[in-house]
């Protein structure tokens, strides 16, 4: 089974390219915001607990997190494999779910990093907003999302990094001159 892993700040084109990985190799995207929202609205066991924290604003706590995802790996065990964007975010959140897919006999196979530079994250924020009109996307929520991505994953990216398994992407260019950086990447993978 393939499990990969794409970070990139706030505007870097994880969704984007989570899109063509999905399409090209047959993968589940796990988005853990979209996982958490269908498990309230299913009013499943985990998503009401979910919903308590949610509902106030909180952070879902880790363990909460990862018996969802232990759930869908138990309801989906004929995938091709899986994509994880937005999970996880904190060294506690990798470390828990390296242990749920020992458990299960898997581990993640690659971490794909998408670097992109500061300025030109802003610039592709500010121009999303104004196209979809987001509120979000000003010159100041926009430095303090990237503050808070860096400070979150900084120390994930040292943990994968250790292992072997963090790639650094160059993310500039066009849409497909990123995807066949990500491409050459993953077909070179045993998996």
Known sequence: MLN??????????K????EKLVE???LTHISTGDILRNEIE????LGN???KYMSHGQLVPDDIVI???DELFTLTPDRVGYIYDGFPRTL????????MLSERGEAINVVLSLEVDDDDLTERLIKRGEVSGRNDDTPETIKERLEVYYRQTDQLKDYYAKQGKLVKINGMGTVDDIFTRIEEVIDRLDY
Do not use: C, V, W
């Not at 506690?92 to 390296?98: L, N, P, R, S, V």
């Open 4 to 13: 990969i892993i794409i970070f990139g700040a706030p505007g870097s084109g």
């Open 15 to 18: 969704g984007t390219q989570s």
């Open 24 to 26: 090209k190799y047959h």
């Open 42 to 45: 299913r009013h499943t066991r």
């Open 49 to 51: 607990l979910a919903d």
């Open 67 to 69: 018996g969802i995802l």
């Open 92 to 99: 506690k959140q990798g470390e828990a779910m390296d242990k």
